[in-house]
């Protein structure tokens, strides 16, 4: 039916990845979360991975937990910058909706009716084809590949609305974390009040991701000496995804 390299075969397999791509980008947006404080260094093992490293002595009843060899840490002025949201995927390049020629019986018209049950191609198909040719179901496989190419050519404008969508909404939140961060920074320079001491330290959890059982549900507490006092710090959140962690910390002055 035809040789790979003829002109409609490539732009059939043109149109092809551009559908794949498409697909992919829908799916990555899918999963698209974007936060500015979030941990991108110390990846670390919880208890039960760490057993295929030759720790099977250690128990998940036990609150242990393994380190990275070298644990990096960041800076205050790390600390007090945000994160810039991460990269879009981009739109792939539409190629033509037709190829430059095609052979007689690419071009023939004949009952398919295959090509009907998809309903977004059925309502594009009802705008470019013949009322009667439509009613009955007949088209040419040349008439039928353009119709698709059209389908994807709308798909691709819906899916650059929503990269469009997903940056503002990155830029928006790096806008105001960055308002908010400044206002932490001006806050611990003056006087460094409670309030100011725990969201710094809810902000260094975050950005230095420690690993939490599974059997770990109780939270963390520690004690933070500051100075002549003690602010007690406890975290009542449970285990989550990792990358949706969001501890909450009650602060005590002693």
């Known amino acids: 039916m035809g040789r790979w390299n003829d002109p409609y075969k490539e732009n059939e397999?043109?149109?092809?990845?551009?559908?794949?791509?498409?697909?992919?980008?829908?799916?990555?947006?899918?999963?698209y979360f974007y936060d500015p404080n979030e941990s991108k260094?110390?990846?670390?093992?919880?208890?039960?991975?760490?057993?295929?490293?030759?720790?099977s002595?250690?128990?998940?009843?036990?609150?242990?937990?393994l380190l990275p060899k070298s644990f990096i840490t960041h800076s205050l002025d790390d600390l007090l910058t945000p994160l810039t949201p991460p990269e879009l995927p981009k739109l792939p390049k539409l190629p033509p909706l037709q190829p430059t020629s095609v052979p007689d019986w690419y071009s023939k018209r004949e009952k398919k009716d295959y090509y009907f049950r998809d309903q977004k191609w059925t309502d594009k198909a009802k705008q470019k084809l013949d009322p009667i040719n439509f009613n009955n179901q007949v088209v040419s496989f040349e008439e039928a590949h353009i119709i698709s190419n059209?389908?994807?050519?709308?798909?691709?404008?819906?899916?650059?609305?929503?990269?469009?969508?997903?940056?503002?909404?990155?830029?928006?939140?790096?806008?105001?974390?960055?308002?908010?961060l400044e206002t932490l920074r001006s806050s611990l320079e003056?006087?460094?009040n409670?309030?100011?001491?725990?969201?710094?330290?809810?902000?260094?959890?975050?950005?230095?991701?420690?690993?939490?059982?599974?059997?770990?549900?109780?939270?963390?507490?520690?004690?933070?000496?500051?100075?002549?006092?003690?602010?007690?710090?406890?975290?009542?959140?449970?285990?989550?995804?990792p990358s949706r962690f969001s501890p909450r910390f009650d602060c005590f002055n002693l």
């Open 41 to 55: 260094i110390n990846d670390t093992y919880d208890l039960i991975e760490s057993k295929s490293y030759g720790y």
């Open 150 to 180: 059209l389908v994807l050519t709308d798909e691709s404008v819906e899916v650059g609305s929503m990269i469009e969508k997903a940056r503002v909404e990155g830029l928006h939140t790096h806008s105001e974390a960055i308002e908010k």
């Open 194 to 241: 409670i309030s100011s001491i725990c969201k710094l330290i809810e902000l260094t959890h975050k950005r230095h991701f420690l690993p939490i059982s599974r059997s770990f549900s109780e939270g963390i507490r520690s004690n933070l000496p500051f100075g002549p006092r003690l602010q007690v710090v406890q975290d009542k959140t449970k285990f989550q995804t």
């Open 57 to 65: 002595e250690l128990s998940v009843n036990h609150l242990t937990f």
């Open 190 to 192: 003056v006087d460094a």
């Open 13 to 31: 397999r043109e149109w092809d990845r551009v559908k794949s791509s498409l697909s992919q980008i829908r799916t990555d947006l899918e999963n």
